[in-house]
């Protein structure tokens, strides 16, 4: 059975995270809502395209090969999953183990960087390619200055949240992503982190499907944390709450989008990015409409 996600919350996680949400509230940087106006992540005529771990239906996810394909494909931004290798440095990868991508039962958090980059990533599923994991500085250059960034932050364990969270917010300034980077998590105290220790960093609230109470659960989370941008699974996104978010001054980043008539229906409901697996094939249908 799949391991739920970190953001899923039990009782022990709630206490502890809203305890600490309250403690950091007072020093945390708050007001980011002008990138609503004025900013890169978003422009009038159609919504941006984000490619979802790069072009990652052509290429092996999260690697240099599917982020540099997604700048050719002029995409406008990547979409990336950010977590600690076992020698510490910041590397992209969507999964916690290498089971699915390699066929091996490492854990990321404990592989040091140089045996990652001995093993290819998704090379049976792409035949001919020998990806390996970049470090995010690397994965930052290789897709070239003009795109924009979402780091997703990966937490796997609530514990690590924090940790995580300042080890990507203190990067962030020696990259080159000057104006052109926002963070997003499915983990609140992530994102909290991320508001206290480096308030310019625009923040960006990821959540998935489900009933009634996630999306009450959902919009919660969401006021507290995102400064931003809202980052809601496609099925959660209906026409009013479009407007509703919009009115609160955050921009809609909706994923994972590849169906041309559901990036056709988001365009027409007002969202600021879709995020997609296929970033010319999105682009094709927003460019035509
Ligand atoms: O950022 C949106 C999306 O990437 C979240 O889900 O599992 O693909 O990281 P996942
Ligand atoms: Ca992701």
């Known amino acids: 059975m799949a391991s739920p996600r970190a953001g899923t919350f039990t009782a022990p996680k709630i206490r502890k995270t809203t305890k600490r949400m309250i403690a950091d509230w007072a020093g945390s940087g708050n007001d980011m809502k002008a990138a609503y106006h004025d900013s890169r992540f978003r422009r009038d005529d159609r919504p941006l395209v984000y490619a979802h771990r790069g072009s990652s239906a052509a290429m092996p996810e999260n690697t240099c090969a599917a982020f540099e394909l997604a700048a050719r494909q002029r995409a406008d931004g990547i979409e990336c999953d950010v977590r600690l290798c076992g020698s510490g440095e910041l590397v992209v990868c969507?999964?916690?183990?290498?089971?699915?991508?390699?066929?091996?039962?490492?854990?990321?958090?404990?592989?040091?960087?140089?045996?990652?980059?001995?093993?290819?990533?998704?090379?049976?599923?792409?035949?001919?390619?020998?990806?390996?994991?970049?470090?995010?500085?690397?994965?930052?250059?290789?897709?070239g200055p003009g795109l924009v960034w979402n780091l997703e932050i990966k937490v796997d364990r609530h514990e690590d949240a924090e940790g995580l969270a300042r080890a990507v917010a203190g990067a962030i300034p020696r990259l080159p992503l000057a104006g052109r980077v926002l963070v997003s998590s499915f983990h609140p105290l992530a994102l909290l982190t991320v508001r206290k220790v480096a308030p310019g960093i625009p923040t960006a609230w990821l959540w998935e499907r489900g009933g009634p109470a996630q999306r009450a659960w959902a919009a919660f989370w969401g006021r507290l944390c995102a400064t931003h941008a809202l980052h809601p699974d496609a099925a959660m996104v209906r026409a009013r709450d479009v407007e509703a978010w919009h009115r609160r001054g955050l921009l809609v980043n909706a994923w994972t989008v590849d169906d041309p008539a559901e990036i056709a229906r988001l365009r027409g409901w007002g969202v600021d990015g879709v995020i997609t697996n296929r970033p010319a094939e999105a682009l094709q249908v927003l460019e035509r409409a």
């Open 94 to 143: 969507h999964d916690e183990r290498l089971d699915r991508l390699a066929g091996l039962p490492f854990h990321v958090a404990e592989l040091p960087l140089g045996e990652l980059r001995t093993i290819p990533i998704l090379s049976q599923r792409f035949p001919g390619t020998s990806a390996t994991v970049p470090t995010l500085e690397e994965a930052v250059e290789c897709a």
